[in-house]
């Protein structure tokens, strides 16, 4: 496996830690456990916000349960959730790409 080009510094700076195509992407992946960490934080927080999965949430939106749906908060709320939903998958994702790469 070859790495894409590294600024001189960044690239010094990963093989001080031994193995530079290792390291690279152990640090990779520990980034993006990170922002998946994060990612999954956020669903929680909208879960505990209403009580429920966003696939009930939907239901009881369509449903008209929740009041208004095209009310500015309900819209902006389902879409990052709806946004936060599709960057876990993408980020999970990734990070099985890159584990079978080790």
Do not use: H
Not at 31 to 56: A, D, Q, R, T, W
Not at 91 to 98: A, C, D, F, I, Y
């Amino acid at each position: 496996m070859t790495m894409t080009e590294l600024s001189p510094p960044l690239r010094d700076t990963l093989k001080r830690l031994g193995e530079l195509e290792g390291n690279a992407l152990n640090i990779f992946i520990r980034g993006l456990m990170e922002l998946l960490k994060e990612c999954e934080e956020e669903i929680l927080n909208f879960e505990i916000k209403y009580g429920v999965s966003f696939e009930k949430f939907r239901e009881m939106l369509e449903k008209g349960d929740l009041g208004d749906p095209f009310s500015y908060p309900l819209e902006k709320d389902t879409m990052i959730w709806e946004d936060l939903i599709e960057e876990k998958g993408l980020r999970l994702n990734m990070v099985r790409e890159l584990e079978q790469l080790k």
